[in-house]
């Protein structure tokens, strides 16, 4: 939430040290409604060589103009869904993403399904533009956000991905889906000998497997004619066996038996085009181009590609492409794809329940909509009487346009309570924090000219500024900005800045601003002065709630204004929600039933804890979501705010 004033225990003050058209051919179908989205069959042509490609176009059942992505699956021939094991992870995928706003399309790859198009001699290049015309596809639709168009792609996909969005300026973000960083040779040879590993089998096995694997991977970089590939392939399989010794010969001589047509299927497959390409790609060569916000994502237990060999050079590309928009995720206990599991073995997919885990589900949109947030409403360009300067509004006409600017002004006027003890000269113990003194702008303002009239240009001594915490800072940045038809929202949430030091996320209150030019939020951070802070370094409630009801917090300690525990989780989460609203109520006028001296979420009734849920989810999504919060917030009394003063809120004593 943010630092706040303590009026009892300045203990509490303790916790916040240091505070985070074109080329396409539209053949539209029946359109179809079903939960909350809108189905619809759709067709597109590749013109490089006529492809025609048919898919499924996902949207959210109302009218919009929505942020969408293309779906781009992983290597074989795969249908729209990407069905693998009786598992349909892209249908759940687009779904998911439909019902928070977003819209998808997917389609089959050329060869499969109902798309045409020569699969035999096509490249990674090659897949990669049929992709590219659904995008030009995408970019025609009326209801799809032109400017807002990213990619999802899996393993082979997340290739293609990087591919296009280091040439395409139409890609407005990209998601790699157990995509790799290091060339595909190499993941490959790392990850089967993991793969033989992990089934138990001896040493001397997988030093023969990585030295075939080595050999043919020679051969395919050195040529890419596919008429004399396969036979070359074939003699180093051959050459390979010749070479064998002891129990490694006699467990491949059985294994040969039992599966007369491996090698031969083996080297056929890597005699195709898409695998020559792919055995000299290397993605550092893509990524190393990506500018576009860029979200990758690998299992800890994907035996396909390598998080620990992958992320650390998926990161240093991004880097290098001096990339200011980027998540390299490991994610606990996930598989290539993207099931909880317990292995990560190819053959524990089929066991599994889960086609898509929702944890990751969430992570995806949550993070796609932090890229991709519409135009904001009217409402919060407007004064409301939290922020409203009254009388005091001509202490605004000399201000300047910057951000950055006004951020240093409000330093000059409000010192945080945390800085100010580091001054014992100029605030002695006896000075208590103000925040409940002022507790709207218009009275931050009477005091400081009071204090002195000569204006918010000054810069005050320390000790005429006004002492007060975060959200404060917050109040008086959105009313000068407002003042300048900007819009801007108060957000609660925890600041990752220290956690690396401190292993502590606090809980903070920090301004979304509207970058117009840009289309999208950013958030600014006044109190600290951050400007345009990562959405990595601030955890929004709704995601902490999450984590907190599916026992997936992180091993970090959650500090809050009114200590620590799942107090902090739903009081960060309502104030959030409150300042969506437009409600931008002091951090002690709270809801009364965080304050019992009992308090125990295991002590919430079954449908409190289901409001919960359903404000948090959303949360995840409150531009498209405000009506349903709204409400509500309006038919459960439990969540409404209860007017305390500072004192009683310390007290933590509300019964």
Known sequence: ???????????????????????????????????????????????????????????????????????????????????????????????YLNKHGIAVLRFDDRGAGKSTGDVWNATIGVFASDALAGIKYLKTRRDVNPNRIGIIGHSLGAMQGAMLASESSDVAFLIMLGGPGVPWAQNNIEAEAENLRLQGKSEEIIKAGTRLLQNMLAVMQASENYGSIESKLNEVVVEWKRSLTGKVKAEIEEFSKTHPDFWKNMTSEYALPIYLSVAVFDPADYLGNVHCPVLSLIGDKDVQILSSLNNPAIEKALIQADNENYSVLELKDINHVFQKCETGLISEYAEIDESFNEEVLEIITFWIINQTNVKPSDKYRQQTPFTNPGKFAYLYDDLPKSIKKNCDIIKRQLIHPMEAADMPKVFPKVKLPEDGDFPIVSDMLRELVQRNNEGLIMDRLPENRLLVACYHHGLLLASILRSQGKSVRLRAGFARYYEDQMNVRFSHVVCEVWNADKERWEIIDPDRNFQNVSYDKFEFPAEVWHNYINDNLPNVTYYGSIGQGDNVYIHSLLLDMAFILGNERNYWHTPGFIFKKDFDTNNLKKEQIQVLNQIANLMNDPANNFKQLEKLYNENPFIQTHERTIDSYYERNYN
């Open 1 to 95: 939430m943010k630092k706040s004033t303590n009026i009892q225990s300045r203990g509490f003050w303790l916790i916040y040290i240091m505070i985070l058209l074109l080329f396409a051919t539209i053949s539209s179908c029946k359109v179809r409604r079903g939960n909350s989205f809108i189905e619809e069959e759709v067709k597109f042509t590749n013109p490089t060589d006529g492809a025609i490609l048919a898919g499924t176009f996902t949207k959210p059942d109302n009218n919009g103009h929505f942020p969408s992505v293309i779906l781009i699956s992983g290597s074989g021939l795969q249908d729209r869904d990407e069905t693998i094991n009786g598992h349909k992870p892209f249908k759940v995928l687009a779904e």
